[in-house]
């Protein structure tokens, strides 16, 4: 029987960091079960708060590493079976570990957006992620093109990983509750990923989605004949391409096939 942490006063919540913590036994399980984590598995866990996933995650494992930026919080998760890793997530240099692992966490919803972007860039040195989100962000993350959540976010990472909305969560199952629904995904790297390094592809995205009623003539860095070689509608919208089609586009720019304007 793996001991727990040792009782404490509640944490004073910080809402600054966006924290939440979640508490709510059956959801905790579920989401142990969709993990459903080995003893050997090198697990890293964002964002742990008060350990209420950590420790369920010990009964099955023998050890984890932890990111929380709570100082406070930090200092609390003193079992010798927890390497805590007290810094900012968003700044955190995930290829410290060794490749095969995997991310875990209830990622703080007012950064979570720009801290999947950094993950992204671990695409090939972790075996699955599981988090839970705002059920906005994890609509955008699965999102179809030509739909109303399909934006950057979705094609960044669709090209990377495959992608399942688990289940949703209600604001009941935290303290504080959030003003919005939450959800829990699973990430898991494709092994057919496009080669992107080199490519302008996320400054590509990053124009393309900046105004998503412009066609693509006026959002992308492409002639017509350019739009022609491509196969693609000028008069499309930054929407209606799949993430396919902007690894296409991203490639053709590195290679220098762009026609003069």
């Keep these: 029987m793996r001991r727990p942490l040792p009782n404490k006063r509640p944490h004073r919540v910080r809402l600054r960091f966006g924290q939440h913590f979640l508490h709510d036994p059956r959801v905790l399980s579920r989401i142990v079960e969709a993990i459903n984590p080995a003893p050997e598995d090198f ?43 007290q810094a900012d997530a968003l700044d955190f240099d995930f290829g410290q570990f060794p490749r095969g692992m995997r991310l875990v966490g209830n990622l703080p919803y007012n950064i979570s957006t720009p801290l999947l972007f950094h993950l992204a860039r671990y695409a090939d040195r ?43 969560v209600s604001r009941g199952a935290f303290r504080p509750p959030p003003k919005v629904e939450s959800a829990v995904v699973r990430m898991e790297p494709l092994a057919d990923r496009p080669a992107l390094e080199g490519t302008p592809f996320d400054d590509l995205l990053r124009g393309a989605f900046s105004s998503r009623r412009k066609q693509l003539r006026n959002a992308l860095p492409l002639t017509a004949a350019d739009f022609m070689k491509l196969g693609i509608d000028p008069s499309a919208r930054p929407e209606n391409l799949s993430p396919a089609d902007y690894v296409r586009i991203a490639q053709y720019i590195a290679r220098g096939e762009l026609s003069s304007r």
Excluded at 62 to 74: G, M, Q, W
Excluded at 128 to 150: G, N, W
């Design 43 to 85: 697990i890293v866990e964002i964002g742990p708060g008060e350990g209420a996933l950590t420790m369920p995650l010990l009964a099955e494992i023998k050890k984890i590493h932890v990111i929380e930026l709570d100082r406070d919080l930090a200092s609390r998760l003193n079992d010798e079976r927890i390497t805590v890793h």
């Design 126 to 168: 972790v075996r699955d992620m599981h988090f839970m989100l705002q059920l906005e962000v994890v609509e955008r993350m699965v999102a179809a093109p030509s739909t109303a959540d399909y934006g950057r976010l979705s094609v960044a990472l669709q090209v990377r990983f495959r992608m399942k909305k688990l289940f949703n």
